[in-house]
Structure formats: C-alpha cells, structure tokens
C-alpha cells in the first residue's frame, strides 16, 4: 500500500514538472551569453543581430507582399464580373438616351393632350410615369455600376502601387543582407579563432531570439499600457497645462514622467526618460539585460491629431539594432499620446524636448 502511495506521489511529481516546463519554455532557461569586451567582435555580433531582424523583415515584407497580390486577384475578379453586368445595361441605357435625343419621349408626352376625357387623362399618364420610372432606374443602375467599376479600379491602382513599393522594398531589405552577411563571413574568417567565433554569434542569436526580443517587447508594452493614463496624471499635475488667451501650452518634467511611469510598474524602477534637444533617450539596466531607446516625437494629424512616438535607435546589451526592428516596434506599440483627451477643445501644433523638459504647443480646435 505505501508502495502504490510512494509511485502516485512521483507521478504527481513527474506531472507538475512537466506542467513547468510548458510554462517556462526554453526562452526563459537560456543564459546570457555575455557581450565581449573586443570591439570587432561586438561589431560582428551586431551584424549577425542585424541579419536576423531584417531576415524577419522579409518575412514579414513577403506575407505582406502575398496578402496584397490576393487583394489585387480579388479585385480583377470583382471588376471583370461588374464589367460584364455592366454589358446589359449599357445597350439598355443608350437605346433610353437614343429614344429621349430622337425626340421618342417627348411623342409619348404629346399623346397626353390627345386624351379625350379625364378618365382617359390619367390613364394615359400613368403609363408615361411608367415609363419615365424605368427610363430612371436604368439609367441609375447603370451610373452606379459604372462608378463601381471605376472605384474598382481606383482601388487596384492604389494596390498596385503599394506592391511595387513592397516589390522594391524587398529587394533592397535582401540586397542588404547579402551584403552584411558577406561583411560577417569575411569577418569570421579573419578572426583568430573562427569556429568559436561562430559558436558565440549562434548562442548570441539564440539568446536574441528566445530572449531578448521577448524582453525588449515587455518594456514597449509596459510603456504603451502606461501612456493611456498620462493624459490624466498631466491633468492631475498641478502647473502642467498653462493658458495664454487662445493658446495653451503642456509642459511635462521628465522626473515627474519618471515618478508616474515607476507608479505603474515596478518594471520602470531602473529605467528612466530623458528629455534632450528635441531627443527623447530612455534607458535601463534589468540584471544582465540592458536597454536603450532614442527616438523624437512629432505632430500627426490623422487620423486625429496625436503627438507620435518614433524609435530612432534601439540598442539592446550594447548592441545596436537595425531600422527594421525600430519600425516595427514602432509599428506595434502606440508610445504617443493624444492632447484632446487632456483638454478637449484643443490641438496639438508644435511639440519640442529641451533640457529635462517635453514642451507641447497647443491652440483652440475649431
């Protein structure tokens, strides 16, 4: 019996640890492989980090490439059935044209003082309404097919004009990392010890992508949850939103930012913004992680009037990662914020970043 309750319990045993091991996956059991102290070795790690991320960019770029080629192959179906529903009622609306230019209608009008009695009047009428009725609704029905057609083709205008532009997008992504991987491999080859060399930039890759894009996302996410509730911490700041008759003004300290982004996640307790010339740089250390994000902020009008985020460059451990990976971060996470929801009836017009402070201009939205 305590045999049969000895085997249960290690069952029950083997079960929570495999059920810990699903939720820990191997992302989260890899080590830091550490960054050298050897520049030309950093260099060549951030290299091989760089041709992973744009290798993801193509990725990305090819689904959407795919995704856009369904959307034009819809469209040509769709039009070249309006085209042939359009056929039928073109011949029926041009003999209608034809019959009113020949002066056909207006011999159907005469009949109607032709009538000999009121009775007769109005019989006669009805028909000519009849008529006129249908005359109308073919002749709408085939002006909005027609302007179907043509916002039909409008949209496959704008489509074909998106995929050249991911066409060519493509191909300078790949040109680009053809070229760095030829820079690596040269690299590689000429370091002291190539096969170690190779060993580190694999753990190094590993770790990136187990890892670090994991951790770098969680800090973007923290960050975008923790705007939506800036609008109401500068409300709350006392001194924060100034008037000047028509004209308002925000100014945000970037140690009050600090103590509000910390006051909604202990994330933030080692990582801090600076505001510089109209540079914004946010940095931080987690254990062995570090990170770095420098970007700028900008006015954008639509689809409503925001003031805009934009990652400029995004260092992870040291190493700097490539545009792609700082585009689409920039992509997925919403780092803005959006005065009206501040102060309702205004818009935002100029936003600038001096020393420790974020200025936003701001005027009566009419």
């Not at 009037?305 to 990976?325: A, R």
């Amino acid at each position: 019996m305590k045999d049969i309750k000895r085997h249960n319990r290690l069952v029950v045993l083997a079960v929570v640890i495999l059920l810990l091991s699903l939720l820990h996956p191997q992302r989260s059991l890899l080590a830091d492989p550490g960054i050298p102290a050897d520049a030309d070795q950093q260099q060549m790690l951030q290299k091989s980090l760089s041709i992973v991320e744009i290798d993801h960019e193509i990725d990305r770029i090819s689904g959407q490439q795919d995704q856009t080629q369904k959307e034009i192959d819809k469209l040509e179906a769709q039009l070249e059935a309006k085209e042939e529903q359009i056929k039928t009622r073109q011949d029926r609306a041009g003999a209608i044209i034809r019959s009113y230019y020949m002066g056909e209608r207006d011999n159907l009008f005469t009949i109607l003082f032709s009538a000999k009695s009121l009775s007769n009047l109005i019989e006669i009428y009805s028909y000519y309404e009849m008529i006129m009725d249908q005359d109308n609704m073919v002749l709408s029905a085939y002006q909005s097919q027609y302007q179907s057609i043509k916002d039909t083709q409008r949209k496959m205008e704008q489509y074909y004009t998106e995929l050249a532009a991911i066409k060519n997008n493509l191909i300078k992504q790949r040109e680009r990392v053809l070229s760095l991987q030829k820079d690596l491999d040269g690299s590689i080859a000429g370091s002291s010890d190539p096969e170690a060399m190779k060993k580190m930039i694999k753990e190094f890759t590993a770790y990136w992508e187990n890892v670090g894009i994991y951790e770098v996302k969680r800090y973007f996410s923290a960050l975008s949850s923790s705007m939506d509730d800036l609008p109401e911490f500068i409300q709350s700041k006392k001194g924060a939103i100034r008037t000047n008759g028509t004209t308002y003004s925000i100014e945000v300290q970037e140690n009050d930012l600090n103590d509000f982004l910390r006051s909604k996640n202990e994330l933030f307790k080692d990582f801090a913004f600076h505001f510089k010339d109209n540079k914004v740089i946010a940095e931080g250390k987690s254990g062995n992680l570090s990170l770095q994000v420098e970007g700028h902020y900008s006015i954008e009008n639509e689809p409503d009037n925001s003031i805009l985020f934009h990652v400029d460059k995004l260092v992870f451990n040291g190493l700097e990662l490539p545009d792609t990976t700082c585009h689409q971060l920039e992509k997925e996470f919403d780092l803005g914020f959006y005065p009206q929801q501040i102060v309702s009836f205004v818009k935002a017009t100029d936003v600038t970043s001096t020393d420790q402070v974020l200025h936003v201009s701001l005027k009566l939205s009419l």
